[in-house]
């Protein structure tokens, strides 16, 4: 159970609320205006905002005290944040060491980008490290997967067929994920239950 209690975070003047309970496995989409605090709710989990006030536990465990590299989360920045000095497989083997390169390739070419593995960052589009950020984060050990508009950048094909990537992924190792997105298809096609922050 991930459990969020009258967690308090002030960014920019402002001090947000949220109060929450997410069952082990289950899958929630975040929506709502922009500047309500999404982004800065997962950013939080994740390790890297620090809140105010109140208490974030997984399975019981206090989370707030962890640092961001010893909590049970996998996160998917808006950014990627990939290695750019590191080709593609080289970026996906340091993220996901305990992961066979066969693996990598064989789920690399159910994104459709099995044949970028030995580019460079920066000779990939937006879309196309859209899913090699998709593969670090989902095949990571962690239980609990945040993911911050993730299917932003493909075309309608492309997302539906990363999605459906991702709730297998999701459902076959009994992950909880947190979706943070405008696109009411993403709710429909991934989510069990879709909560509306408001500001």
């Known amino acids: 159970m991930l459990k969020i209690k009258s967690l308090k975070i002030r960014r920019d003047h402002k001090l947000l609320n949220y109060d929450m309970t997410i069952a082990v496995g289950e899958r929630v989409t975040l929506q709502g205006e922009s500047g309500v605090g999404k982004t800065t709710l997962l950013l939080c989990l994740a390790g890297f905002v620090e809140a105010e006030a109140g208490a974030v536990s997984f399975n019981g465990e206090s989370l707030l005290t962890l640092p961001a590299d010893c909590r049970p989360v996998a996160m998917l920045f808006q950014e990627h944040n990939l290695f750019e000095h590191l080709t593609v497989i080289r970026n996906l083997t340091l993220a996901l060491q305990a992961v066979s390169e066969r693996v990598i390739h064989a789920e690399a070419a159910r994104l459709g980008v099995a044949g970028l593995l030995k580019k460079m960052p920066a000779q990939l589009s937006g ?42 992924k999701v459902e076959e190792k009994g992950k909880t994920l947190l979706l943070v997105t405008h696109q009411d298809e993403d709710v429909v096609r991934l989510s069990q239950r879709n909560i509306i922050i408001r500001g």
């Open 127 to 168: 879309g196309q490290r859209q899913r090699i950020a998709l593969l670090r984060t989902l095949l990571r050990p962690e239980p609990v997967v945040l993911l911050d508009e993730p299917f932003a950048e493909l075309d309608a094909k492309t997302r539906e067929l990363a999605a459906d990537w991702v709730q297998e």
